[in-house]
T-cell receptor, first 115, second 109 residues
Framework: EAGVAQSPRYKIIEKRQSVAFWCNPI?????LYWYQQILGQGPKLLIQ????????DSQLPKDRFSAERLKGVDSTLKIQPAKLEDSAVYLC?????????????FGPGTRLLVL | DQQVKQNSPSLSVQEGRISILNCDYT??????FLWYKKYPAEGPTFLIS?????DKNEDGRFTVFLNKSAKHLSLHIVPSQPGDSAVYFC????????FGTGTSLTVIP
């Protein structure tokens, strides 16, 4: 079974530029999560999708971050414009149904550096 | 506001000995707890979990203990192996996942 795929693996941009990350979850998984992991901290949930609908985006900085999962499969996370403090690893995860007791399967992450 | 805390950023243990990783949480509404393991350049992988109705869950070399009154959980690895060297995150769920800051475990051969 293929795991969660993410691209790119690394990205370096200057502040005020825009950037987009892509995630393809495990086939058949209805729930998709985007996390931000700043160096020295644990992953912080940014947004959770159930199929193509948003379940929770309470911690997503909506003035600059956006995410979509139009067909209920793969997803993109965009930052526009980027700030220095957005430097982090962006992790995508998926689970079958999205219940809290389900295992989430994580992708390798995209490491973003904003200069 | 860090609702899940891992106060030890790093831990070194000799191979064959016990590794004990600790985690504290503040929200008494959390009802499910998990441990994830993370190798460099990889995403976290699920290790073991425990429901709030239990105080212990065991899976091979890994045991998680939950003390609800103290809002504390711990992960025991016995015996520790060099391949266990990784960053370990505890996580707690209520209506959302909250991760701790991680503990880097080094198992010395």
């Amino acid at each position: 079974e293929a795991g969660v795929a993410q691209s790119p693996r690394y990205k370096i941009i200057e502040k005020r530029q825009s950037v987009a990350f892509w995630c393809n979850p495990i086939s058949g998984h209805a729930t998709l999560y985007w996390y931000q992991q700043i160096l020295g901290q644990g992953p912080k949930l940014l947004i959770q999708f159930q199929n193509n609908g948003v379940v929770d985006d309470s911690q997503l900085p909506k003035d600059r971050f956006s995410a979509e999962r139009l067909k209920g499969v793969d997803s993109t996370l965009k930052i526009q414009p980027a700030k220095l403090e957005d430097s982090a690893v962006y992790l995508c995860a998926s689970s079958l149904w999205g219940t809290v007791q389900e295992t989430q399967y994580f992708g390798p992450g995209t490491r973003l550096l904003v200069l | 506001d860090q609702q899940v805390k891992q106060n030890s950023p790093s831990l070194s243990v000799q191979e064959g000995r016990i590794s004990i990783l600790n985690c504290d949480y503040t929200n008494s509404m959390f009802d499910y707890f998990l441990w994830y393991k993370k190798y460099p350049a990889e995403g976290p992988t699920f290790l073991i979990s425990i429901s709030s109705i239990k105080d212990k869950n065991e899976d091979g070399r890994f045991t998680v203990f939950l003390n609800k009154s103290a809002k504390h959980l711990s992960l025991h690895i016995v015996p520790s192996q060099p391949g266990d060297s990784a960053v370990y995150f505890c996580a707690a769920t209520g209506n959302q996942f909250y991760f701790g800051t991680g503990t880097s475990l080094t198992v010395i051969p």
